[in-house]
């Protein structure tokens, strides 16, 4: 019974790793963009949402209300103003531009809020539970994986159905013919990335009411989102919803085990699949 | 008649130059300090990895942020190799080396399935299974880490002096080593068939030029000497645990600000890099995370306004060398 817990945990665990996987899987769609800095964005939002929890004596949850516009805000900010110049047939400027202001976000998150770990206070709900059968689950973190499937629903809708998800995929195909049928390119790549920061948003909030963070956690985000892209299969947000569940069980079956094998069972279930499958379980694109 | 020339005027000066810097500081343990020699030897720790990596990604253009996998697992093979299998420090040397390579052939296989940017980030996977791996050896002190048992560091030589001494020559004569061998690998044909992948992956194909193999060999080497590297940093440290010696901060960002701030895809940019960071760090380090934000600030602006870097603005469109790399072509008037 307790490995079946493992593994319900670590299902529900997988909810947060995809949502910490979609906003790169977006960008990296759109506009072949891997961003080194994604996951200090995601500790960025979880300490804008303590400003904002604190400051306004709010429920992090509502604090969303303000935290997931105000991402948005400054991911279309950074596109245009930064990351836009940086985009070419070179990877090398996007990556090494993104992995300064990696540096730089963390070194201002410890000048800011120091290096003591902090969390978000959600009240009651981070302990309530329900049973479910002979096994207990946590109202966290169902709503955490309610709101990762919703969030992913959300996307595959807006690729598929609306006009912006037709830019996001004609600027996907060929950036020179979408920019000649009238498209802007750096506007629909700031959107992009405004999309992307306000699902990282998200992802930060649900963090930081889950776990403690400070502000050298992001790199570890990162991972373990790209991992979750990876072993969902490139350009595939289903996917990534599975990657971010297979790495979420293989964790906690890898706690299970021994305390210490936590993390590194999860990379090395990653590097497995990777030597295995190297185009994911399920890629849609190469 | 023509004739092909590789050097000019001024790299003749330079090397000239260069060679009496290097004899300058191999004498350096009769003239400086202490703290200067533990400076200068780690001035030239930086100045070999920076070497490295400038050779990783900007010619062969493996963008890793991964190296501090090859740092750490030198630095916990050496103290394995002395404190474990009781081999003398300059005979653990080698072995580490070839600890570095027989490694990262397998893990080359793995992560250069992934490409480019998503290379980056499976490089800094490795990094982390390095690092927890390590984290769980109880004969090497397991998360805490272990110190270099006098015994040991004794061998090296008897006097704390001559140790330090050693020491410094040590990583004095790894900095002239991966320099050299940087260069002379450029000069060579393999030099030039990286060079033309640097410049254009495809054509360089096309030419017959076996992309994967040129750069697993470069991938493989690099981890080689960047593992001695990490023995002698460590050597010098006397200490490691999983997190300094798998720490991204010091081992891969400071790395690639060097590089970058100097000029990547040249020789002389890590050169110049590690002079200016060390010049800054020297000067604004009291500063803590301000420095390191100005870094950071740095690094992006120059990446954005000069992405050739220092170098790339000093040499300008005239093409200056001061390692003598690029043929010219030499009429008879010349």
Redesign the interface.
Known sequence: MDWLNAILQGTLLGGLYAMFAAGLSLIFGVM???N?AHGDLIVLSAYLALTVAVGLGLNPMLALVIVVPLMAAIGYALQRL?LN??MGDD???????T??????IQ??L??VYTADPQKLNAGAIETASVPLGPLTVGIMPVIVFAAAVGVIGLLQWMFYHTALGRAFRATSDRQDIAQLMGLNRAHVFGLAMAICLAVTALAGVFLGMRTSFDPAVG??R??FG??AV?IGGLGNLWGTLAGGVILGVAQTVGAKIHP?FQ??AG??V??LI??VR?RGLFPRMD | MQTVSRSTPLSRAAMTVLLLIVVLMAAAPYWAGRAELRLLGEVFLYLSLATLWNLLAGYAGLVSVGQQAFVGLGGYGFFAATMLWGLSPLAALPIVFVLGAVISAPVAVLIFRLRGAYFAIGTWVVAEVFRLSFAQVAALGGGSGSSLPSAIVKQLAEGRDQREAVAYWLALGVAVAVVGAVFLLLRSRQGVALTAIRDNELAAKSLGIDIWRTKFTVYVATAALTSLVGALIFLQKLRISPDAAFSANDWTAFVIFIVVIGGIGTVEGPIIGTLVFFALRETLADLGTTYLIALGAVAIIIMLRAPKGLWGLVRGKRGLELFPLSRRVMGQGD
């Open positions: 072949r963009l891997v080194i930064v110049r940086t990877i090398l400027p996007p990556l090494l531009v992995f300064g202001l990696s540096v730089i070194n201002a410890l000048t790199g570890t990162l991972i790209f991992e990876i210490g993390i590194l990379h090395i990653f590097l990777l030597a190297p």
